[in-house]
């Protein structure tokens, strides 16, 4: 996400003189940033969180800093301080899409896990900086996503409602076919027309650039609906057109959580996290650390007690804060 714009050509020479070592200050504080997002993608939490330290206390890179560690505390699943860190660089960057946009996530986790009156108002809120982002930034399909997902799943009490979720799949018709079959696909769902959901996540699977995710968008479907032959079908779809998409490796982790949430071959959900952690194309999207979590769990519930306790002490070394690796067995 870009913090600053260039200056236009047309500045005084002396100004940029006088402003070589403001510059030449700021170099190595975007280095570290490139380093720091290296380490929230390599789901490196607790290197990320070093580098960003400094950086988050004063500077003309604090938004983005605040951003970052607002991303890392989710992915730690710290609630409260990675909305904390993102109200601070919405704060400092108020027209930032990207910054809004992550605020909105990390209230929207929280969302989910609060009591009935608590998720109203954060609701209310997720809404907000939702559209916020949407607003300053109307052609990001990731935002306008996020917010037709609201739309459709909130209460109308909070701004939700099918007619506004239409009218996003509308605007990602142009700008991501495959996010606009999987947006109404979602709403069919929603709706209970099985029929009509599938026939969209399948179109979404025809129009992806990379649809090893709507494989794995598929593979969720047909594991809610209990069609088991499809899921298995699909999962392997799903690894197929990975193996051909080097950006992908994350689809087949995403594939595995399918397998382990109905604890079906737990051999294979193993084999497809192993995958994705040693690839090269690791995100903040499946934390490594808590791939190492679930491959651990995996590696006990198949009798590896010993493999079980390496996943735990691995994911340890990347976040020794993350609580359910804190609490697997030893």
Known sequence: MRIFSNSPGSLLAGFLLASVPLFAAQAPSNNVLAQANAALQAGEADHALELLQPLTQTGPNQPEADNLECRVRLNLEQWDRAIAACEKSVRMDPQNAGYHLWLGRALGEKASRASFMSAYSLG???????????????????????????????PAVVGGGSDKAE????????LDAARAHELRGRMAEEHKDYAGAEREFRQAVASGAHPAFQWATLVSFYRRRQRWAEMESAIHSCIAAAERDKHAGVAVYDAASSLIKTNRDPALAAKMIESYLSGSTKTEEAPAFVAHVRLGRLKDQLGDSEGAKRERALALALAHDYKPAQDMKH
């Not at 809120?125 to 459709?152: C, H, I, K, Q, W």
């Not at 009218?167 to 142009?174: E, N, P, Q, R």
């Open 124 to 154: 209310k809120r997720v809404r907000e900086e939702f559209e916020a982002s949407v607003r300053l930034n109307p052609r990001n399909p990731e935002a306008l996503a996020d917010l037709g997902e609201f739309y459709y799943s909130a």
């Open 167 to 174: 009218g996003i799949a509308a605007k990602l018709d142009s």
